[in-house]
């Protein structure tokens, strides 16, 4: 099979700078390089030089947010911290946790009804308050 990895994700915005802040200032996204498309847009980097996240502005989003895609995925560190921003944005989200100690994994939605997911590993420490179910 030829496929070797996920390059990117592209998600569509109504309002490209609160989409651009909710990724880059409450989570640490880059917006980098783009090429000179004739739409507005941004292309978001994460540690490296491969752009993880396009975001591209429609004035008309679908009605249902999510269609066919239910979530995307993306590796995180410092799971009390991103806990403690999404309570400080007021942004609602869900933290479960693997069975048997595994992964932790947060969910939660993005300016424009995209749902998110952040990973972390077994080892993080649980957010301050939380009890396991």
């Known amino acids: 099979m030829p496929v070797a990895a996920m390059n990117h994700f592209t998600v ?46 429609s004035k008309d989003l679908p009605h249902d947010r999510g269609g066919v895609l239910d979530h995307m995925a993306f590796s995180a560190k410092d799971l009390p911290a991103t806990v403690a921003t999404l309570k400080r944005e007021g942004i609602d989200y869900e933290l ?12 939660f939605h993005d300016p424009c009804g995209a749902k998110v997911e952040f990973d972390f590993e077994k080892n993080e420490p649980a957010p301050e308050g939380h009890v396991e179910a």
């Open 96 to 107: 479960r946790r693997l069975p048997g100690g595994g992964i932790w994994q947060l969910f």
């Open 12 to 57: 569509l915005s109504d309002d490209l700078e609160a989409t651009r802040r909710f990724y880059c200032d409450l989570f640490g996204f880059k917006v980098g390089w783009r090429p000179p498309f004739q739409f507005p847009g941004w292309w978001l980097y994460a540690d490296d030089d491969t752009p993880i996240l396009h975001v591209i502005h």
